[in-house]
C-alpha cells in the first residue's frame, strides 16, 4: 500500500504548494488585510516549504475578519482586487453578532461552481435529475451555489423559497423531483409534515437527499431515520461556509466519510487548545486555507470545526484527497446549530441584553429524534412597561430577524429564573 499511497499524497503537496505560492504573491500589496496581517519576514518569497508556512504565518480568525469589516465597513479590507471586479455578495448568518460580508469575482464564483459539482456528482446527480431547494433563498451563498451549479449540470432545477412546508412537499411530488437538497433535520420535518398531511412519500421519486447544514448528515442514526421516512432515498452529507464555499463532498464508496477538495484547500488537523499540529487518525480543529478563491482569500483559516482523520492512504473509492471519518463531528466553541443555523450564545445574549427590559432569562436546547430547537424561557425587570405578550411576541420576532429561526419564548414572573454568584448556567440541554 505504500508505494501506492505516498505519491499520490506526495503529488497532491506539491500542487497545492505551487498553488499556495501563486496565492501569496497575488495578495501584496493589494490585499490590505493579509499585507497588514503578515509583515516583511513573512513575506511570500521567504515561504520555500510547508513548514515555513506554519512557521511564519499565524491563523485567521473569524473574530479578526469581523474586526476588519467593522472597522472598514461594509467589506473590510480582505479583497485583491479593484472593487469594480467584484460581481457577487454573500454574508454569513451573523449568529457570532454580526454578518460577515463575502465578495466574490466571476473567476472565483465559476471555481466554486466547479466544485458544488463535484458534491453532486459524488452523490450521484446527473443531467436529466430534477433537483428541488427546500429552502429560502436569502444572503447566504450555498444556496446560489448549489442551484446554479445543477443548471449548469443540465438539472431542472426548482426553487422551493416562499412555499410552506406542506407547499414543499407537494411540490417534490407533484414535479417528480429525484433530488432534495436541504438540512437533515428539515428533511425529517419535511417527512413529519407529510404524514400530517396524508402524503405518502412512498410515491415519491426522490432517490438522493443531499444535505448540509448541520453535523446530522454523516450521523448514521439520523441517515437511517432520513432514508426510512423517505423510502428509497440515499442520504449524502456534505459541508462548506460562505468564507470558504464548498468543502467536502461525501466519499461515494464509505458512507459518513467526507473528502476534503483539496484541489482548492489547502486543510491542516490542529490541536484547537495548543494549535500544535495533529497527525493522521487524530481528531481536531479543521484549518483550512483557500487556493483558488483569490479574490477574497482565507490562510489558515481557523474553522472551529472538529473533524477526525481517516489513516493515511488511498480510499476505497481511488482518491488520495483528505478523508474525514464521520464528517463534522461537531464545533470547538460552545455553538448550537439549529435547522442549519448557527447559534452562538453570545449573540442570543446580544439581543436580549440591547433591548434593557430583560432581567434574567433560560435557554433550553431540546433535541428530539434529532431535531435540535430552542425554546426561551424571559424574566422581564421590574421597571418592563411592556405586558408579557407584547414582550414575547417582540423578542420572537427580534430573535427571527437575527438568527433566521422561530424561537418560542415564554415570559415567566419577575424572581423566577435563578440568578448566579459565579458563572452563569443560562443554556440547559435536554434531550
Same mark, same amino acid.
Given at each position: ?15 497545492? =504548494? ?43 480568525? #473569524? ?15 480582505? =479583497? ?52 428541488? =431547494?427546500?429552502?429560502? =433563498? ?17 438539472? +431542472? ?38 404524514? #400530517? ?25 439520523? +441517515? ?83 473533524? #477526525? ?113 459565579? #458563572? ?8
Amino acid at each position: 500500500m505504500a508505494a501506492e499511497v505516498f505519491p499520490r499524497r506526495t503529488v497532491i503537496g506539491q500542487r497545492q =504548494f505551487e498553488q499556495l505560492r501563486e496565492l501569496l504573491r497575488g495578495l501584496t500589496p493589494t490585499n490590505l488585510f493579509y499585507t497588514a496581517k503578515y509583515d516583511d519576514a513573512r513575506a511570500p518569497s521567504k515561504i520555500a516549504r510547508l513548514h515555513d508556512y506554519y512557521d511564519g504565518f499565524p491563523f485567521t480568525t #473569524k473574530d479578526e475578519l469581523v474586526a476588519d469589516q467593522a472597522a472598514n465597513p461594509p467589506y473590510g479590507t480582505n =479583497f485583491t482586487y479593484p472593487l469594480e471586479r467584484y460581481t457577487r455578495c454573500h454574508q454569513t448568518s451573523g449568529t457570532s453578532g454580526r454578518p460577515l460580508y463575502w465578495l466574490d469575482t466571476p473567476e472565483s464564483w465559476d471555481v466554486m461552481l466547479r466544485n458544488w459539482q463535484i458534491v453532486l456528482r459524488a452523490a450521484g446527480v446527473v443531467q436529466g435529475d430534477t433537483v428541488f =431547494f427546500a429552502f429560502s =433563498f436569502g444572503p447566504f451563498l450555498g444556496f446560489w451555489l448549489a442551484f446554479e451549479a445543477a443548471l449548469q449540470m443540465g438539472c +431542472r432545477s426548482l426553487p422551493g423559497g416562499g412555499l410552506s412546508s406542506a407547499a414543499r412537499v407537494r411540490a417534490i411530488l407533484d414535479h417528480g423531483a429525484t433530488v432534495l437538497c436541504c438540512t437533515p433535520t428539515y428533511a425529517l420535518h419535511l417527512a413529519e409534515v407529510a404524514a #400530517k398531511e396524508g402524503i405518502d412519500l412512498s410515491a415519491s421519486r426522490v432517490r438522493t437527499i443531499l444535505v448540509a447544514g448541520e453535523p446530522g448528515g454523516s450521523v448514521p442514526a439520523v +441517515r437511517e431515520r432520513i432514508a426510512s421516512l423517505w423510502p428509497g432515498a440515499l442520504v449524502c452529507d456534505h459541508h462548506g461556509m460562505t468564507e470558504t464555499g464548498p468543502v467536502t463532498f461525501e466519499c461515494p464508496v464509505r458512507p459518513g466519510v467526507l473528502h476534503v477538495m483539496e484541489s482548492s484547500f489547502f486543510p491542516e488537523i490542529i490541536d484547537p487548545i495548543t494549535a500544535a499540529q495533529l497527525g493522521a487518525g487524530d481528531t481536531g480543529e479543521l484549518v483550512l486555507t483557500t487556493l483558488s478563491r483569490s479574490g477574497s482569500p482565507l490562510l489558515r483559516y481557523r474553522t472551529g470545526d472538529l473533524v #477526525k482523520t481517516a489513516l493515511d492512504g488511498i480510499c476505497e473509492c481511488g482518491r488520495g484527497d483528505l478523508a474525514l471519518e464521520g464528517g463534522i463531528l461537531g464545533r470547538v466553541d460552545d455553538m448550537v446549530v439549529v435547522r442549519g443555523v448557527n447559534v452562538y450564545p453570545s449573540a442570543l445574549e446580544q439581543i436580549l441584553r440591547a433591548r434593557g427590559d430583560v432581567a434574567e432569562y433560560q435557554v433550553r436546547v431540546v433535541t428530539r429524534e434529532a431535531l435540535t430547537e430552542l425554546e426561551l424561557t424571559v424574566e422581564p425587570s421590574t421597571t418592563a412597561a411592556i405586558d408579557a405578550t407584547v414582550l414575547a411576541a417582540e423578542l420572537e420576532s427580534a430573535l427571527q430577524i437575527a438568527l433566521s429561526l422561530r424561537v418560542p419564548v415564554t415570559i415567566v414572573p419577575t424572581g423566577s429564573l435563578p440568578r448566579f454568584e459565579m #458563572k452563569a448556567k443560562r443554556w440547559l440541554r435536554e434531550s
